[in-house]
């Protein structure tokens, strides 16, 4: 069957992303085909279409890695989803910027008839990179405090909730004051605006000269050697992303002089390993969000072949929290 999505010929500008008409096989064992009635923006799609990370399998590539919608039709042996079933996925094989695509059915959630189609394209990838953060990579617990950067964004909204559901103290960073605020109305207990103070000085004062026993970075190459000074002694510095170009290089005897940090890089990839890994932590997901305790809010609609403009209005700062794609 014929269909619409992006690929991407070389990496590039957000204008390397192409719409074009693309053949779209029938399925084979194990694959499904869902088209797709909302789409999920993450930053991570940026660093794949740029050349950041490098391309998931042979050029042209698809692009995009959250998506929700209905199974149109199932290969030999599938059981685990039917035809007309509503489903969402997040996984790291990219092409979620389409109309239709063929996939893996082991990556698929079954929807609960609660969730909306928006919501679902928009909580697993992000939701999911808060769980294993805060599950995996550090078991968050209450009394913990923690500095976690871009707090306003679609990562960083459900980090403020989820910290504050768990009795953790986080502190946010944000680029401006209407950020801030909003970091703050989704449970951040302190927000800093780094456009206008020096985090670091305004952590370590936040904390009694101690330092924050986690600090999550996804901002990278302009927030690192910060996010290093405001680890507490033998803490945790997490990176995890890179919107401002990858972290420095690590001077392993300069930085762990003062304080012996670990030092962490987290990726979904690493901490989703199987169906069944992908599946506990997707369903830890829906419990917070069912609970009340997280609630992902819709903060910016684009169609789907506006997505070129989704990634520059994203590098450009002008998005915060949710961003999905309708066909």
């Known amino acids: 069957m014929k269909t619409h999505a992006f690929r991407v010929h070389k990496p590039g500008p957000p204008a390397a992303m192409k719409w074009e008409e693309v053949e779209l096989p029938k399925p084979k064992a194990g694959q499904v085909i869902v088209r797709h009635t909302a789409v999920g923006f993450n930053m991570v799609d940026t660093y794949l279409r740029s050349g950041v990370y490098p391309p998931r399998g042979p050029m042209p590539m698809g692009i995009g890695n959250e998506g929700a919608g209905v199974v149109e039709a199932v290969g030999r042996g599938v059981t685990r989803v039917k035809a007309g079933d509503r489903v969402a996925y997040a996984t790291g094989m990219p092409d979620s910027y389409s109309e239709a695509r063929l996939i893996e059915a082991h990556h698929l959630t079954k929807l609960p008839g609660w969730i909306d189609d928006e919501t679902a394209a928009a909580m697993l990838l992000k939701g999911r990179t808060v769980e294993y953060l805060f599950n995996r990579t ?35 960073t944000a ?18 605006n780094y456009a206008k103070k020096d985090f670091v000085k305004e952590v370590m004062r936040l904390t009694k000269g101690e330092g924050a026993d986690v600090v999550y970075d996804s ?41 012996s940090p670990f030092i962490h890089r987290a990726i979904t990839l690493n901490y989703m390993t199987s169906p069944e890994l992908a599946d506990a932590s997707a369903r830890s997901v829906i419990r917070m969000i069912k609970s009340g305790k997280v609630r992902i809010t819709i903060d910016h609609r684009y169609k789907l072949r506006e997505a070129p403009k989704v990634h520059r209005d994203a590098a450009a700062r002008k998005t915060t929290g949710q961003v999905i794609m309708l066909p």
């Not at 405090?145 to 989820?162: D, K, S, T």
């Open 138 to 172: 550090h078991k968050l617990r209450k009394g913990d405090v923690i500095l976690f950067h871009a707090a306003a964004g679609g990562v960083g909204l459900i980090a403020c909730q989820w910290a504050k559901a768990v009795g953790a103290t986080l502190i946010g």
């Open 219 to 259: 901002v990278g190459k302009t927030t690192w050697a910060g996010s290093i000074e405001c680890t507490k002694l033998l803490g945790l510095a997490v990176s995890f992303g890179n919107a401002s170009g990858p972290p420095p290089l690590l001077d392993l005897l300069k930085e762990g002089q003062a304080k």
């Open 175 to 192: 680029g401006t004051d209407a950020k801030c605020r909003l970091a703050k109305r989704h449970g951040a207990a302190h927000v800093i």
